[in-house]
Structures are given as structure tokens and as C-alpha cells.
């Protein structure tokens, strides 16, 4: 149980144009979401807390404005990058927690984004 | 939520068990001891979690000492697919986000 799925996997996009990243909670409702960045031999770093039917909380320095995050059902958050640079070709990695609070986050696949 | 620090990098031989520590000094008494584990390109896995005492599944066992200023996680019978960098977070009561460190890369040798 407790599977998130993520897709796509890998994404290459063209510089100024904007990527849509799913995170699906397949056998659990995840009224919690969290995406998170990881750039090569670096941990992973927080962007941001998506709340379902809630506006999204965002970590210091992150961009409200470039990574759009709609939780819009229990099982299902999307992260959009818009207008792509270079600099944001990273993993992008979601997660989500089942059942109650100390229950540990799941993650999903990540989604390799290189924007050219 | 408390610090962590880990090991930057372990080798263990393949079939031995594999110890990796973690100190976590200024852990506070609702908060809780957490493993992760990432293979390369993949997502995190969970692994194990504890508040104060010890705990075993079928991935490993989580050694906390009674101080609970440390933590030990064990696997017992390491294997190749066991190479990974392994995360210990310390994550209190009523916050659900988990902030990461550096981890231990593990490195299982034939």
C-alpha cells in the first residue's frame, strides 16, 4: 500500500515554456502533499506544502509565481513550471502522507526535468 | 525539528550487517526518529520510524538509545541493493514536512 505515483518520469522542455508534473496518491487520500527539488550530489530541499482545496504554502525563496501547485482532489497535486530556464532543470519529487499525524511520507519516482 | 548529523559515507561487505548511525543530541521529547533511503534517480524510500524504543521490520531494526541522543539503523544482511544514501530526520508531533540533511552514502561491496 501507500504508493505515489509521479508523471512524466523525464521531461525536456524548451526554455520559456512551461512543464506540468502530476503526483497521484494511488490507494490513499492525501489531503497533504509536499514537493521537493533536488539538484545533482545535493539532499533534497522543500519547495513547498500543497493542501487540498487550499492555497499552497511555500518555502523561503521558492516562487510563488513560477512553480504553480493545484491540489485540486484528495488523490491528485500538480507542480507547473512556468517559463522554463536552464537553471530549473532539476528532480522534482513529490510526496504525501497517509493516515494520521507521525505516519511517514511516501514518495514518488521523481520526475527528471532538463529544460534546453 | 533537531539536527541530525550522519557519517558522510559507509562500506559494509555484502551479507554482513550494515550499522549506520545517527546523532540527533538535541532531540526534543515529541519528536520522532526517521530513515529514508535513495537509490540513485528514484524517489525516497521509508524505511523505519521510532520515538524511544526500538523497533523491527521487515527492512531493519532501529536502535534508539535510552538518552535518545542516538540512533542506529541496522540492516541485517546487507545486500547490492542496499547501496543507497541513507537519510535520518528527526521530525516532531504536528509537523507533517521532513527536512533533510546530507545522509550517509552506503556503499555495499561484493
Known amino acids: 500500500g501507500a504508493v505515489v505515483s509521479q508523471h512524466p518520469s523525464w521531461v525536456i522542455c524548451k526554455s520559456g515554456t512551461s512543464v506540468k508534473i502530476e503526483c497521484r496518491s494511488l490507494?490513499?487520500?492525501?489531503?497533504?502533499m509536499f514537493w521537493y527539488r533536488q539538484f545533482p550530489k545535493q539532499s533534497l530541499m522543500l519547495m513547498a506544502t500543497s493542501n487540498e482545496g487550499s492555497k499552497a504554502t511555500y518555502e523561503q525563496g521558492v516562487e510563488k509565481d513560477k512553480f504553480l501547485i493545484n491540489h485540486a482532489s484528495l488523490t491528485l497535486s500538480t507542480l507547473t513550471v512556468t517559463s522554463a530556464h536552464p537553471e530549473d532543470s532539476s528532480f522534482y519529487i513529490c510526496?504525501?502522507?497517509?493516515?494520521?499525524?507521525?505516519?511517514?511520507?511516501?514518495f514518488g519516482n521523481g520526475t527528471r526535468l532538463t529544460v534546453t | 525539528d533537531a539536527k541530525t548529523t550522519q557519517p558522510p559515507s559507509m562500506d559494509c561487505a555484502e551479507g554482513r550487517a550494515a550499522n549506520l548511525p545517527c546523532n540527533h543530541s538535541?532531540?526534543?521529547?515529541?519528536?520522532?526518529v526517521y530513515w529514508y533511503r535513495q537509490i540513485h534517480s528514484q524517489g525516497p524510500q521509508y524505511i523505519i520510524h521510532?520515538?524511544?524504543n526500538n523497533e523491527t521490520n521487515e527492512m531493519a531494526s532501529l536502535i534508539i538509545t535510552e538518552d535518545r541522543k542516538s540512533s542506529t539503523l541496522i540492516l541485517p544482511h546487507a545486500t547490492l541493493r542496499d547501496t543507497a544514501v541513507y537519510y535520518c530526520?528527526?521530525?516532531?508531533?504536528?509537523?507533517?514536512?521532513?527536512?533533510f540533511g546530507t545522509g550517509t552514502r552506503l556503499t555495499i561491496i561484493p
Open positions: 490507494d490513499f487520500q492525501a489531503t497533504t
Open positions: 538535541t532531540i526534543s521529547g515529541n519528536e520522532y
Open positions: 510526496s504525501a502522507i497517509q493516515g494520521a499525524e507521525n505516519s511517514p511520507l511516501h
Open positions: 530526520i528527526v521530525k516532531g508531533f504536528g509537523n507533517e514536512k521532513l527536512t
Open positions: 521510532g520515538l524511544k
